[in-house]
């Protein structure tokens, strides 16, 4: 199989698929606990109205690596394209080069994963 037919596969059809994508943008230390904080809200409302959050990291990954200006594949021609994706990625965004994101994901119904952890109940949580 093509290699740009796998990549649609696996990531633009999905994205195009998807009822919305999200990314979070704090801006400070505070901010990015703020953001855990509010990420855990959001994944458990979500999944109390039937959605389900798909993370997206890669582009968030890839930026940072070329950023960072950090060689992390050969042959080097992949960095080049890392950068490309970063600009990309932060014209999307309206962002800046030196902006930090902690987290993007796509949202949307789909069907129920089955490698999820189990939720336990608060009874099974606390010890007796």
């Known amino acids: 199989m093509p290699r740009e037919t796998i990549e649609k596969i696996l990531d633009v059809i999905p994205a195009l698929a998807c009822a919305s994508h999200l990314l979070m943008r704090p801006a400070g230390l505070l901010a990015h606990v703020r953001a855990g904080v509010a990420l855990q809200r959001l ?3 979500a999944a109390s109205l039937g959605l389900h959050l798909r993370p997206e990291m890669t582009p968030l990954v890839f930026r940072w690596y ?3 200006q950090r060689e992390f594949s050969f042959p080097p021609r992949l960095a080049s394209q890392a ?3 970063a600009t990309r990625f932060e014209s ?3 962002a ?3 902006d930090s994101f902690s987290f993007f994901c796509r949202v949307g119904h789909s069907s129920h994963p089955r490698s999820r952890s189990l939720r336990r109940t608060l009874d099974e949580l606390f010890a007796k």
């Open 66 to 68: 070329a950023r960072a």
């Open 92 to 94: 999307l965004a309206e």
């Open 43 to 45: 994944w458990l409302t």
């Open 83 to 85: 950068r490309a994706l």
């Open 96 to 98: 800046k080069e030196d």
